[in-house]
């Protein structure tokens, strides 16, 4: 089966899943992946708000590292914000203009300017990309030159973990999964230089 986002060959993994000998990405076979109405269910069940102490910690796992390469009064976008839109309130508070997308609760297309932002994040989305090299380019578009792109996602590490046991990908929305080197691909695949990685779960490109 050809790997979903570079095309090159892949091979078995674990059950009805595959991974990619160029690109390092873990992902299922298509006939594990929901539909749109049975996600839409599913992340409608999710609790997280601006009210949640426990939230806000787990988004500032994200936010800590990006106020280092934050410019001044920027133009921002949170891409799949979910239903409780919280990190775009957290960014305009460190002097940013932040508006959010997700295509189930927030899917005004009209908000996705290419070659527009400043920054853009991304938190627990991309292991949901169900065709990853077209929702890629999409999410690496939507900044400018000299941009930052903020994404979190949980890294595995085969020397760390054990895919059969791994927690992540229990959640039957979770469909690719990327190891440290597929990180680096998608940082020479999109033009982009990787200027914080700390190979767990946050990753943050600047387009060149």
Not at 35 to 48: A, C, K, L, T, V
Not at 111 to 135: A, G, M, Q, R, W
Not at 173 to 195: G, M, N, P, R, W
């Amino acid at each position: 089966m050809d790997c979903p986002l570079c095309f090159n060959e892949s091979s078995l993994f674990d059950s009805n899943t595959f991974s990619c000998s160029n690109c390092s990405l873990i992902f299922k076979d298509s006939i594990l992946h929901l539909s749109s109405d049975e996600e839409f269910i599913r992340y409608g069940h999710h609790q997280n708000s601006s009210d949640d102490q426990g939230y806000l910690d787990f988004l500032n796992k994200l936010l800590m590292p990006l106020k280092t390469f934050l410019p001044s009064d920027f133009v921002g976008i949170d891409f799949g914000c979910g239903p409780g839109p919280t990190l775009s309130s957290l960014l305009e508070e460190c002097g940013g203009e932040v508006s959010f997308y997700d295509p189930h609760f927030y899917p005004d297309a009209q908000t996705l300017i290419p070659d527009f932002y400043d920054v853009v994040t991304c938190t627990e989305v991309v292991e949901h990309f169900k065709n990853p090299s077209h929702d890629w380019e999409i999410l690496m578009g939507l900044a400018k030159e000299g941009g930052l792109i903020a994404i979190m996602t949980q890294i595995f590490n085969k020397n760390l973990k054990d895919y059969s046991t791994w927690w992540y990908k229990n959640d039957p929305t979770h469909v690719v999964f990327y190891q440290k080197e597929s990180i680096y691909y998608i940082s020479e695949k999109y033009a982009c230089d990787l200027v914080y990685f700390d190979e767990k779960s946050v990753a943050i490109f600047k387009k060149r």
